[in-house]
């Protein structure tokens, strides 16, 4: 069984000579109270090394005082080449090159929504791979929010049930507006690239002035009322 944290990644790690924030706090009283109360086999996080270098992982030291084992499972430079994988940034200048009349924000949330599309999959099989061989009957799995639904869907194809626990901890309200017209786009067009990404005066979604309200209310960004984030958690 996997129990899912989707985060914003800032709040998992604290940067050299920094007290925590009160959203990393937060984050490790969710996954503090987790450990306590599903009492897992395994603690796995949607990160590396290289990335944590000069910073403190707090899941890596909470799952170390609890004697848990724990995996780091993200690709890091050199597999994420080899997997071909193109990133948020490689894909923005794709993007301005293949059609320079998009504006700053448009090149971006499209290059998010064919991240999403395209390339999310590529880690997340690797995270599973990365998995492979450790004792997975209670596994708690960080991610960043975004992963969330797909990753579950893969971890059903492999027959293996999952939970939500918590979501969006340390989320933006920008990030979370991105992410919004990022699923919108995606609504219309689940497979789009830079190829056949289509003209700006065609696609609404991508210039779209969400508010909070309007987060989820297109009928493909609706979530389950058990997959918000319970704050009763903290």
Request: aromatic share 8%; net charge neutral.
């Amino acid at each position: 069984m996997f129990h899912l944290i989707g985060v914003n990644h800032r709040v998992s790690y604290v940067e050299s000579g920094l007290s925590p924030t009160a959203e990393q706090v937060m984050f490790a009283n969710c996954l503090n109270d987790a450990i306590a109360r599903l009492k897992p086999t395994l603690i796995a996080e949607e990160q590396n090394q290289e990335w944590l270098k000069g910073k403190t992982s707090i899941t890596v030291a909470l799952a170390r005082a609890s004697m848990v084992p724990v995996l780091l499972c993200d690709p890091g430079k050199c597999e994420r080449r080899t997997m071909g994988y193109r990133d948020s940034y490689e894909l923005q200048n794709s993007l301005r090159k293949a059609f320079p009349r998009f504006s700053a924000s448009e090149i971006e949330i499209r290059a998010e929504a064919i991240e999403v599309a395209r390339e999310y999959g590529k880690r997340e099989e690797f995270w599973i791979k990365s998995i492979v061989g450790e004792n997975t009957t209670t596994t708690i799995f960080i991610c960043g929010d975004a992963h969330i639904d797909k990753f579950r869907e893969r971890l059903l194809d492999r027959w293996i049930p999952s939970e939500v626990i918590a979501r969006e901890l340390g989320m933006t309200e920008e990030q979370r507006n991105t992410f919004a017209k990022v699923k919108c786009i995606l609504a219309g067009n689940p497979s789009i690239d830079v190829v056949d990404s289509i003209e700006p005066n065609n696609e609404s979604c991508a210039r779209k002035n969400f508010k909070t309200q309007d987060l989820y209310s297109c009928p493909s960004m609706r979530i389950r009322e058990t997959d918000r984030i319970n704050l009763r958690i903290f």
